[in-house]
Nanobody, 119 residues
Framework: QVQLVESGGGLVQAGGSLRLSCVAS????????MRWYRQAPGKQRELVAG???????TYADSVRGRFTISTDVAKNTVNLQMNRLKPEDTAVYYC?????????????WGQGTQVTVSS
């Protein structure tokens, strides 16, 4: 089992910045990718950014150039630096870890952290 705990959400004005963090604990071996998703009211959960074990990063088109995903291996943490925030970035942000054990793939989720961007 992997436990994920997010922090760093809050209320910010448009154009501001926030930094989200997600700490992983438990049986974290064989985690091959970590991702940030978000879900706005009435909308489906969407992928925001991801970082693979080898360091390859991916971003949604809507956040590319404004958000940066990074890892701190020593602290078992994945961060999401969010700059130039827009009201449409308002959502609950979830940390996700994908783990491959043999032929099985496991997905773990944090509890989510609210990000609200005011106009």
């Amino acid at each position: 089992q992997v436990q994920l705990v997010e922090s760093g959400g809050g209320l910010v004005q448009a154009g501001g910045s926030l930094r989200l963090s997600c700490v992983a604990s438990g049986s974290i071996g064989s985690i091959n990718v970590m991702r940030w998703y978000r879900q706005a009211p009435g909308k489906q959960r969407e992928l925001v950014a991801g970082v693979a074990l080898g360091g390859t990063t991916t971003y949604a088109d809507s956040v590319r150039g404004r958000f940066t995903i990074s890892t701190d291996v020593a602290k078992n943490t994945v961060n999401l630096q969010m700059n130039r925030l827009k009201p449409e970035d308002t959502a609950v942000y979830y940390c996700n870890a994908q783990q491959i054990l043999g032929a099985s793939i496991y997905d773990y989720w944090g509890q989510g952290t609210q990000v609200t961007v005011s106009s």
